[in-house]
């Protein structure tokens, strides 16, 4: 595996554990999940992760997987640290339950791949 490859791949790690997080903090539901100010902060500060991790993947390999909305997830991360003031819970919501488990499945097969490749 090259050194960008397992660089790529601590970053994608570190993705999954973020939607992991996302995960057990939303398992409750929607209800909960808006009812809670500590979930929501606690979500949205992984959802933050999963954006910064993101900026990190080489470009290359972003533009390998063309199929992973990168620009969206780096931008979704630049809105809620930057107009952290001006967060819609429901847009938030919207988000871990629709897209993020699509990301998960992606990132699990690009690990998949990445493992793949470094056993060749």
Known sequence: MKDQDKDNSVYLLHILDAIGQIEAYTAEGRADFLGSQLQQHAVIWNVGVIGEASRHISQRFRDLHPEVHWREI????????HQYFNVDSHLVWEVVSGDVPILKSQVEAMLDELQESAGS
């Open 74 to 81: 780096v931008g979704m991360r630049n809105r809620l640290v």
